[in-house]
């Protein structure tokens, strides 16, 4: 059965919404997209939730003309400027020594329980990253092992309640219905990663107009995340101060001729801010090494992030750099260079069926990883931001709370009251069972003869 997905990415300078059809083979189509100019947004975070809604409309419906078609399902990007990230992880006993889904949600679920959340953040992806089974370490996959233990380790992605809040609040005064929220980042690296790089282990920045998020995918999963306030913008403000020319001037300089090597002594003339009719010549070289000392600055500020996150060495595979500043020329080299030599390239999202000449550019990673999300391409394993568990390409509905997690063929339930009831009260909830149990008149005997020891 087909199923049209509608992903939105809620950038800091546009707004990019684009209908996609999963076929029933599994592969993804686009039908249609819709750009508008992002309002009410600064630095990844919503300032006006009206002009913020008004963007995102307008977005939709263009995506929807050229589409011609309904969706089905909407999944919307949110901004790591909202996140913290939190580690944790669950340990379960399996006694059939049969691990399943069950056992892998369990085992999740009780990683989810342990983590300690502070109460203004709600939990966005929880994402496990190390498998163990009786001791044993870096198991890729324990689905269908033999075992009498499993343990998870979890990368767990937060985001805070109100800008969630005010988020949804946007996208549903456009008309629309969220399914999913996908943190930027981790949309961007299922665009534009592929399976080696994320064996060996890569780091994935996407440098936007305003922000720039930073993921660290090692192994089965993504390990980090971070971000940081600066983005092209910034680049187009520094052009307008030293140049003295209005920042629209400014914006068409960095687009016309933003390049990190250009030697050229060529002038070109521009408006004089705050002058109407008046104009002045200035070098291209001079335009060069303002944006050199922008993109070099915001580069060594990176690399440091990275060398505190503490994954620098399980970097194999190197930089991916995206997004929209990305197009500047000479950014790879000089990634390179402020990198330490780790190898660096600018990668555009992955090719797919009607996929349009414009979305090709760096700039749209992060709506077509929206898209490739929504049609299953994600971790092996996640708890989503519906609290869903999803298993390669299977959305399976997670349990609601631990303390519904059933053990031992579910003759024993587990609640946080357990922490503190007495073994004589532990014994009494095994004797009020459910009246239907087959086992209950075992249990009310057992009860009865037991209480006598306490």
């Not at 092996?380 to 959305?395: C, F, G, H, Q």
């Amino acid at each position: 059965m087909n199923t049209t997905i509608l992903g939105i990415d809620i950038g800091s300078t546009k707004i990019c919404a684009i209908i996609a059809q999963k076929n029933i083979d599994g592969n993804l189509k686009i039908l249609g997209a819709g750009i508008a100019k992002s309002q009410g947004l600064k630095k990844g975070i919503i300032t006006n939730i009206e002009l913020a809604s008004s963007s995102i409309k307008n977005a939709l419906n263009d995506a929807k003309r050229v589409a011609g078609t309904q969706y089905e399902s909407v999944v919307v990007s949110i901004s790591g400027a909202y996140t913290k990230s939190v580690e944790s992880i669950g340990v379960v006993n399996v006694p059939n020594h049969d691990i399943g889904i069950r056992e892998i949600n369990r085992a999740m679920q009780m990683a989810d329980h342990n983590a300690n959340i502070p109460n203004e953040y709600e939990k966005l992806h929880i994402l496990p990253y190390n498998f163990k089974v009786d001791g044993q370490e870096y198991i890729e996959d324990p689905l269908g092992m033999n075992g009498s233990r499993l343990e998870v380790q979890v990368h767990i992605i937060t985001v805070q309640k109100t800008s969630l809040s005010n988020l949804e609040k946007a996208v549903k005064l456009a008309g629309v219905s969220i399914d999913n929220v996908v943190l930027t980042g981790y949309a961007s690296e299922i665009a534009v990663v592929n399976d080696d790089e994320k064996e060996l282990g890569v780091v994935v920045i996407d440098i936007g107009g305003a922000t720039c998020n930073m993921i660290i995918h090692a192994g089965n999963s993504l390990r980090y995340n971070d971000f940081l306030g600066i983005g092209s913008n910034n680049i187009t403000n520094d052009l307008s101060t030293a140049l003295h020319t209005p920042l629209s001037a400014a914006s068409k300089i960095k687009i016309n001729y933003g390049a990190l090597n250009n030697n050229s002594s060529e002038l070109i003339e521009l408006p004089i801010i705050g002058d109407d009719g008046s104009t002045h010549e200035v070098s291209l070289d001079i335009v060069s090494n303002v944006i050199y000392a922008r993109v070099e600055e915001t580069l060594m500020i990176l690399a440091k992030m990275l060398e505190d996150s503490g994954f620098k060495d399980q970097i194999g595979a190197g930089i991916v750099l995206t997004g929209g500043l990305t197009k500047i020329g000479g950014i790879r080299d000089l990634a390179t260079a402020v990198f330490d030599n780790l190898p660096a390239r600018v990668a555009k999202p992955k090719e797919m069926d009607g996929l349009f000449e414009t979305l090709r550019d760096p700039s749209y990673s992060t709506a077509i990883g929206l898209v490739l999300y929504g049609g299953g391409h994600f971790t092996p394993y996640e708890i989503d931001s519906n609290k869903k568990l999803r298993y390669k390409n299977e959305i399976i509905e997670a349990q609601k709370n631990i303390e519904e997690s059933f053990i031992d063929e579910g003759v024993e339930k587990i609640s946080k009251k357990d922490e503190i009831l007495s073994p004589k009260d532990k014994l009494a909830q095994l004797a009020i069972m459910d009246d239907s149990s087959k086992t209950n008149g075992f249990f009310t005997s057992l009860w009865n003869r037991l209480t006598q020891l306490f």
